[in-house]
């Protein structure tokens, strides 16, 4: 029976392998062996990253609260024989047209071996002089030799010559500037704490954890203490951002194992009914039943090995290009045998699982049907049961009741989304199940419009055989469905951060800082505001607002803004209360804010900024608007200093043009459209969404390679009638036109199924999550981007038949009556 088996495999090579080669297991594989390449190779990248530094330290200090760092208190350390401070801090760097634009400040540590950056390019900088990063000098396209120019606290230009380009040694934010000076002090605000600072220590001859406990306890307890060889990992564990990267990749791994199974599986069950007579022939001869169990699991085991090898080359070329994409330098392929072991697992173990069922129903084979002349089975061809009709009826049902759940629910967004998702897999499994009851009507209203016997004929050989039919579109609906949800829920979240601009920020332009530690001076809102052309500008500044006293007090994001512009620049949703006075020594709570506070309108609040102190009274509630937790008049507050500007223009003016001149004189002004912030938003939900149909077509793409596996085994089957309808006067091209019918309605069902099916979880999630007052969402279906994939889909569908179409046509009549 094995030669029997192996001598079938070698016969029908290329039949097997179809489903594999059209990218079906290939595709599941590539996503996991590449997720985990990509992993590996991000983290081998990360790790080299923050080793360089840890690069020559002992020990390093951090502050566990938001304050400043004792250098001294550090020094005086027995066992310290070298401390840096090393800091970074924004600074304004003027660029083209003179504006500036904000650059990450480092300090050039005095003992070079705690220095972790590299000169590529030029010398190290002295005074006077400065480096750029290697990123910074490609986008700037800055050069040794060059001028630089910053801008002092006081906002006075400094120039410095750049001496030298060097490798940072850590991944900068895309589009960032890094610079290195050997003194930071003349840029730094001793009012405010530096941000992410740190000291690093160099030992003077004792070990690492001796020096950390004489640090801890020299420091006291809000003060953390790590040792050298230790940092690296702790730098690793804090960003951890190739979880979510990995996350992602795995999600749509999960999706194109699906599909991919669905794909085998189909394939082998055509095979299994149109080897009936084979197997009937071999169980007459002797063969038991479990003989041929094992013998269709080596067939699939040999797809699987196929399907394993290429889909672990494509991983690795998938992590190449991702890390490609990513901007990750070098590109690392660390193939290790985890990564080989998991390709192989997950190839060969999708494949023989799928072949499981196809496998038993092959071993029911009669021996008697050695004897038969019809070419399919009477299994495959039968009337579809009652059972899978009651299953759909209660998996539907339970798809009602979980959807009446979220409607209605009041356990949060979390829980309402958890319930949405449950309810889009339970209504797919419920369609899946009942596909076969419902390709037949599909089928025939999508089949009105084409007219003539050869669509006829399509419309025929596509329900005849529903079982088939449902199994063969069941991948694409799986496919199109994530598609579709994914699609209308982006729209949505596009839709309403547009909404809400529009309502809540009726401003035309904001202007802000180009730097995040410099604020705007309040002159310039003056300026602004008496500019002609502007109807009416506005300031905020953001500040941490205490309200309550002692132990009952409770900290608040507050917005100081222009008392006029709360209610024309800024519309929050008003639940109780009114926002005209709010110049009284008003305060504005959001509803949150008021749960918290245990107030409500008509409240008086003791309220603190810093050392500034007073009783404010509560004037409204409002909807949660712009991030803030209460408003307040900026006046009652010290510092000469706006965060933004939001501007009104007058009808017909040039918005841009006015600012632009009016923020001439302040480098640091950056005037941007809401219009803008509009479409830059959009943008980022475009690029996620076009990544994600990406991502997802690539399992569309193998459920369309199942339709054409479909067809071209349906060719080889359908050979005797295919020969008698040519000699009854069909012409090629007719007989080609009944394949590529058929294969477009079968993939146009399949995007009409998975449409209803993701469209339906997508709108049931964004009105549960909108059951939240915080969340509200408006449903927006894309159509016209539902319609391109409906087009996508039909012509992918075409092209599925274009090679069975041919090979039926080519076919000679009286070798296929032969048959």
């Known amino acids: 029976m094995l030669r029997t088996t192996l001598a079938g495999i070698r016969a029908r090579f290329a039949r097997l392998v179809l489903s594999s080669i059209a990218i079906a297991i290939v595709v599941g594989v590539a996503f996991v062996s590449g997720t985990m390449v990509l992993a590996d190779a991000l983290q081998a990248t990360m790790r080299d990253e923050f080793a360089r530094s840890a690069r020559g330290v002992d020990a390093v200090v951090e502050s566990m609260v938001y304050g400043p760092l004792d250098l001294a208190a550090v020094r005086a350390v027995d066992g310290v024989a070298v401390a840096e401070l090393r800091q970074t801090v924004p600074v304004p760097v003027i660029g083209a047209q003179g504006r500036a634009d904000e650059a990450d400040l480092v300090g050039l540590a005095a003992d070079p071996v705690l220095r972790p950056q590299e000169i590529t390019q030029g010398t190290v900088p002295s005074a006077g002089q400065i480096a750029v990063s290697e990123q910074t000098a490609r986008d700037r396209g800055i050069a040794v030799g060059s001028e630089l120019v910053l801008l002092g606290r006081d906002s006075v230009p400094v120039r410095f010559a750049v001496s030298g380009i060097y490798d940072s040694g850590t991944m900068e934010r895309p589009g960032s500037a890094q610079v290195l000076l050997p003194d930071i002090t003349p840029f730094l605000d001793p009012a405010t704490p530096a941000y992410d600072a740190q000291i690093v220590v160099r030992s003077s001859g004792v070990d690492q954890a001796t020096l950390a406990e004489r640090l801890r306890a020299a420091l006291g307890d809000n003060i953390h203490v790590s040792g050298g060889a230790a940092y690296t990992d702790e730098l690793l564990a804090r960003h951890g951002g190739t979880d979510d990267i990995a996350l992602a990749m795995t999600l749509f791994a999960v999706v194109a194992l699906i599909v991919a199974a669905m794909v085998v599986m189909n394939t082998f069950t055509i095979l299994i009914a149109q080897r009936t007579r084979e197997l009937g022939l071999l169980r007459s001869i002797g063969a038991e039943r479990k003989q041929i169990f094992r013998s269709v699991l080596l067939e699939s085991a040999v797809v699987g090995v196929f399907a394993s090898v290429l889909g672990l080359a494509a991983g690795i070329g998938l992590a190449a290009a991702l890390q490609s994409v990513l901007a990750s330098s070098p590109v690392r392929l660390p193939v290790g045998m985890p990564v080989v072991a998991a390709a192989f697992a997950v190839g060969l173990g999708v494949t023989l699982v799928a072949a499981l069922v196809p496998a038993r129903r092959a071993t029911r084979v009669s021996p008697m049907e050695v004897l038969r002349t019809q070419v399919d089975s009477r299994e495959e061809v039968a009337r579809t049961g009652r059972a899978r009709a009651v299953v759909a009826i209660v998996l539907a049902s339970i798809a009602a009741l979980l959807a009446v759940v979220a409607l209605t629910q009041s356990s949060g967004p979390k829980f309402a989304m958890t319930l949405a998702i449950g309810t889009g897999l339970v209504l797919l499994a419920a369609v899946v199940t009942a596909g076969p009851l419902l390709v037949g009507p599909v089928i025939r209203a999508l089949g009105r419009p084409f007219s003539g016997m050869p669509a006829a004929l399509a419309v025929g050989n596509a329900t005849r055989n529903p079982r088939r039919t449902a199994a063969t579109m069941a991948a694409l609906l799986v496919g199109v469905s994530v598609v579709t949800m994914l699609t209308v829920i982006a729209t949505s979240v596009k839709e309403t951060r547009d909404s809400e601009l529009e309502n ?199 459920a369309l390679f199942g339709i054409a596996n479909t067809m071209t085994l349906s060719v080889i089957e359908r050979t005797w009638e295919s020969a008698l309808l040519r000699a009854l006067g069909f012409t090629r091209a007719q007989l080609r036109r009944v394949l590529v019918v058929e294969s477009s309605l079968i993939a146009l069902t399949g995007a009409v199924l998975g449409t209803v099916v993701g469209g339906a979880a997508a709108v049931l999630l964004v009105l549960a999550v909108s059951q939240d007052d915080d969340l509200r969402m408006v449903v927006s279906v894309p159509f016209g981007q539902l319609a391109a994939l409906f087009v996508a889909v039909g012509i992918a569908g075409v092209l599925a038949a274009v090679l069975p179409a041919r090979r039926a046509a080519r076919a000679s009549i009286v070798a296929g009556m032969s048959e």
């Open 504 to 702: 809540q920020f009726p401003a035309d332009y904001e202007v802000r800082s180009a730097v995040s530690d410099r604020q705007l001076p309040t002159s310039l809102l003056y300026q602004i505001a008496t500019t002609p052309g502007v109807e009416v500008a506005g300031g905020e500044t953001r500040l941490p607002l205490q309200v309550g006293e002692g132990g009952e007090s409770r900290r608040l994001d507050m917005a100081a803004v222009t008392p006029g512009s709360l209610g024309t620049l800024i519309r929050p949703e008003v639940v109780r209360g009114s926002l005209d006075s709010l110049g009284n020594n008003g305060i504005v709570l959001t509803e949150d804010a008021t749960r918290w506070l245990h107030a409500d309108v008509g409240s008086e609040l003791t309220a603190s900024v810093d050392k500034v102190s007073m009783t404010l009274r509560v004037i409204a509630v409002i909807k949660p608007a712009g991030g803030a937790d209460s408003f307040t008049d900026r006046a009652l507050w010290p510092g000469d200093g706006v965060d933004t500007i939001a501007v009104k223009t007058a009808a017909g003016a040039d918005g841009r043009a006015l600012l632009g001149a009016a923020t001439q004189n302040v480098p640091t002004a950056k005037v941007v459209s809401f219009a803008d912030v509009r479409a830059e938003f959009t943008a980022q939900v475009d690029q996620l969404l076009a990544f994600v149909w990406a991502m997802i077509g690539l399992a569309v793409l193998t």
